[in-house]
């Protein structure tokens, strides 16, 4: 069985960095596409970020452009969101997610992380 263990979070002062990992385990890492949600109190999930399975295409949430950026190495088996200059509206529970797609991009597969919370407060 699969499973996504998310790490990196915590409470970091406006203007300042984290970089969140996520360890995959149970599953063929290397290909399945990678991603980065979040989700504020009393908001929807929202996608942040996005990598292919083999690294060479990302997509960002445009609220995080030129702040946050999505890596993985599959060597190790773990994606990461390296995020800068965070903004109390960034403050939020960051889950990843693995998704295993057909050639369609049709998602057969997903896991899902538990998540962690991410506070930006000074």
Known sequence: QGQLVESGGGLVQPGGSLRLS????????????MSWYRQAPGKERELVADISSAGSSTNYADSVKGRFTISRDNLKNT???QMKSLKPEDTAVYFCRADLL??????VKTYWGQGTQVTVSS
């Open 102 to 107: 057909t050639s369609s991009r049709v998602v």
């Open 22 to 33: 996520c360890a995959a385990s149970g599953f063929t890492f290397r290909s399945y596409a």
């Open 79 to 81: 994606v990461y969101l």
